[in-house]
């Protein structure tokens, strides 16, 4: 385990966001969905390419909050750009088990 400073932490900036769009990606190497999250007037809608068709189906995702890293460079997977990370924990299958607010809150909610 690494160790980084408080002010490190801050850089990364993780968000809320809701999943309004949700398409198959037959071109990624896994299995995998393409995402457009809203965020919010701020920031606004990103894609985000996620490989957790093991546990989610489209209908699952439409409408669900994620947190997602809203800062990182954009990322070229295959014909897609991912603008932002969103991010889960592997279970015990390695299937990734999105994170997500357990009360609802408003689209660009800032993790602290």
Not at 73 to 79: F, S, Y
Not at 90 to 109: A, F, M, W
Request: glycine share 6%; net charge neutral; charged share 25%.
């Amino acid at each position: 385990m690494t160790l980084i400073s408080f002010d490190d932490f801050q850089k990364t900036d993780i968000r809320v966001g809701t999943i309004i769009e949700v398409d198959p990606f037959p071109e990624a190497r896994k299995p995998a969905w393409k995402l457009k999250i809203d965020f919010g007037p701020d920031i606004g809608l990103k894609k985000s390419s996620a490989q957790i068709t093991d546990l989610y189906t489209s209908v699952d995702l439409i409408g669900r909050q994620v947190a997602c890293v809203v800062n990182l460079a954009p990322r070229q997977i295959g014909p897609f750009i991912s603008e932002v990370l969103t991010l889960g924990f592997y279970d015990t299958q390695k299937n990734v088990v999105l994170i997500e607010p357990e009360r609802h809150v408003p689209n660009g909610s800032r993790l602290f």
